[in-house]
């Protein structure tokens, strides 16, 4: 197949997406505002330079539609609910494809009628809709989208590199003791929702406690100067590492060192670092959102929290740190959990049957076949 892609460049999202279906062998390409090389796909800009939203979108739609009919895709597949899902729809090629990612469901679409409405207008022109959770895809069909064909497909983890025991120096590299406790967030710093404010704020009453945890604050996007400074506001010490961006060849071992993997939002769908954390074997304290919550069951392989409390959070972090046994327990429950339910290479796969569906003129069934 020849695939066109309309998603977020220099996302590892969407590299890991993409490189899948050139290694299976189909000509893919991305077309994107946020140019970045990926090994097998070919990168086709579609910026402006307008900074006037209305007409840069309108500018960069007669460029995608160019593009479409020079490289005739068998398909399209647009990832992102606004913004790119705007240039899909209007775009007016089928098969059209849309797969949603969080906030572009949960909260862009709500801000002003506008985006409601554009949005609703996209779900009303793909033909098959994807996204990682049952939740999501409820809150796709309350704006409006055909259940029908609406599939559940994880981002998925690589499970031969995300194991129990990755190899690493992480604790070497960073000053950490080998018997100290790791507690370790790396959600992004790009949205106040990901309280990761929250989360410096329950240092110090950890590091009272106990005094030999170690925290690692890290993020794939955005700038973590705010929170580096509120760090210093609340004098803490050196167990505190701030480490920016963690190239995801290394992320295994980071993970597979920590002892608590937080990840404490008040809006998101499931999160890939979760997934990734607990076939890691790492135990996991969640916000109670549904999307992370059809994964982990509190009490039985993690903690749930309410998202911005932060005493709750402290508490939590406080009885994993105090009971290895928990701890074990929930990495040995989290690791089987992954396994069974999110193989990258197998939600991929069917992805990819989906789109042969499509391709074929088949309307893809629940199951994926037609």
Same mark, same amino acid.
């Given at each position: 197949?020849?695939i066109?892609?309309l998603?977020i460049?220099?996302?590892?999202h969407t590299?890991?997406w993409?490189?899948?279906?050139v290694?299976?062998g189909?000509?893919?390409?991305?077309?994107t505002v946020?140019p970045a090389?990926?090994?097998?796909?070919?990168i086709?800009?579609?910026?402006?330079?307008?900074?006037f939203?209305p007409?840069h979108?309108?500018?960069?739609?007669a460029?995608?539609?160019?593009?479409?009919? %020079?490289?005739? +895709?068998?398909? &399209?597949?647009?990832?992102?609910?606004?913004? /790119?899902?705007?240039? #899909?729809?209007?775009?007016?090629?089928?098969p059209?494809?849309?797969?949603v990612?969080?906030?572009d469901v949960?909260?862009?679409?709500h801000?002003t009628?506008?985006?409601g409405?554009?949005?609703?207008t996209?779900?009303?022109?793909a033909?098959?809709?994807?996204?990682?959770?049952e939740?999501?895809l409820?809150?796709?069909?309350?704006?409006?989208?055909?259940?029908?064909?609406?599939?559940v497909?994880?981002?998925?983890?690589?499970?031969?590199?995300f194991?129990?025991?990755?190899d690493?120096?992480?604790?070497?590299?960073?000053?950490?003791?080998?018997?100290?406790h790791?507690v370790i967030?790396?959600?992004?710093?790009?949205?106040?929702?990901?309280?990761?404010d929250t989360?410096? %704020?329950?240092i +110090?009453?950890v &590091?009272a406690e106990?005094p030999?945890t170690h /925290?690692?604050?890290? #993020?794939?996007?955005?700038?973590d100067?705010?929170?580096?400074e509120?760090a210093?506001?609340?004098?803490?010490?050196?167990?505190?590492?701030f480490?920016?961006?963690?190239?995801h060849?290394?992320?295994?071992?980071?993970l597979?060192?920590?002892d608590?993997?937080?990840?404490?939002?008040?809006v998101?769908a499931?999160?890939?670092?979760?997934?990734?954390?607990?076939?890691?074997?790492?135990?996991v304290?969640?916000?109670?959102l549904e999307?992370?919550?059809?994964?982990?069951?509190?009490?039985?392989n993690?903690?749930?929290?309410?998202p911005?409390?932060?005493?709750?959070?402290e508490?939590?972090?406080?009885r994993?740190?105090?009971?290895?046994?928990m701890?074990?327990?929930?990495?040995?429950a989290g690791?089987?959990?992954?396994?069974?339910?999110a193989?990258?290479?197998?939600h991929?796969?069917?992805?990819?049957a989906?789109?042969?569906?499509?391709?074929?003129?088949?309307?893809p069934?629940?199951?994926?076949?037609g």
């Amino acid at each position: 197949m020849r695939i066109a892609y309309l998603s977020i460049g220099g996302h590892i999202h969407t590299e890991r997406w993409l490189r899948y279906f050139v290694r299976a062998g189909h000509d893919v390409h991305l077309l994107t505002v946020q140019p970045a090389p990926i090994e097998g796909v070919t990168i086709h800009d579609i910026r402006t330079g307008i900074p006037f939203k209305p007409l840069h979108y309108a500018v960069a739609l007669a460029k995608v539609k160019r593009i479409l009919a %020079r490289i005739a +895709p068998d398909l &399209l597949h647009t990832h992102f609910l606004t913004g /790119y899902g705007y240039w #899909g729809a209007f775009a007016g090629f089928h098969p059209f494809i849309m797969t949603v990612w969080g906030d572009d469901v949960y909260v862009t679409p709500h801000e002003t009628a506008l985006k409601g409405s554009l949005a609703r207008t996209v779900l009303s022109r793909a033909d098959l809709i994807t996204g990682d959770s049952e939740d999501i895809l409820t809150h796709v069909v309350k704006m409006g989208g055909d259940p029908e064909i609406c599939h559940v497909v994880q981002w998925g983890v690589d499970l031969d590199r995300f194991r129990p025991n990755a190899d690493g120096a992480v604790r070497g590299e960073l000053g950490i003791p080998a018997d100290a406790h790791v507690v370790i967030s790396i959600r992004s710093f790009t949205q106040a929702y990901y309280n990761i404010d929250t989360i410096v %704020r329950t240092i +110090p009453r950890v &590091l009272a406690e106990e005094p030999e945890t170690h /925290y690692i604050i890290a #993020g794939n996007e955005g700038d973590d100067s705010a929170l580096r400074e509120l760090a210093r506001s609340l004098d803490l010490d050196d167990r505190v590492h701030f480490v920016g961006r963690i190239p995801h060849r290394e992320l295994p071992a980071y993970l597979a060192t920590s002892d608590v993997f937080l990840t404490v939002p008040s809006v998101d769908a499931t999160p890939v670092s979760l997934l990734e954390a607990m076939a890691c074997g790492a135990p996991v304290i969640i916000s109670n959102l549904e999307s992370a919550m059809e994964w982990v069951t509190d009490g039985e392989n993690g903690l749930v929290v309410r998202p911005a409390e932060q005493e709750e959070l402290e508490d939590a972090i406080l009885r994993l740190i105090r009971d290895p046994a928990m701890r074990a327990r929930f990495a040995a429950a989290g690791v089987e959990k992954v396994q069974q339910g999110a193989d990258h290479a197998k939600h991929m796969a069917r992805m990819e049957a989906l789109c042969e569906e499509l391709v074929a003129g088949r309307r893809p069934t629940a199951d994926g076949e037609g």
